[in-house]
């Protein structure tokens, strides 16, 4: 199991935005293949009750992680609407 942290997660997606993207690379984006991955074992651990506190730490990180992104690929459609 590839070990990716919520910080290296947090870490995609600075590096992402400090790329100065367009609105469409913004909808585009996807977290890397071993972000995905890990985020995957997160969930399925949390579903058999097997999450350490870490675990459950960065489970809830990356949720917020996910949750910023979801607004933020939100205002890039707005953005490319009103252009």
């Known amino acids: ?11 995609e997606v600075l590096t992402f935005l400090l790329s100065s993207p367009t609105p469409q690379q913004i909808i585009t984006f996807r977290a890397s293949d071993a972000a995905q991955e890990r985020l995957g074992y997160l969930l399925e651990a949390n579903r058999q009750g097997a999450l350490t506190d870490a675990e459950r730490a960065e ?8 949750h910023f ?13 009103s252009a």
């Open 1 to 11: 199991m590839a070990s990716v942290t919520s910080t290296s997660i947090q870490e």
């Open 59 to 66: 489970l809830d990180e990356a949720s917020q992680m996910n």
């Open 69 to 81: 992104i979801i607004r933020l690929k939100a205002k890039a459609h707005q953005a490319i609407q």
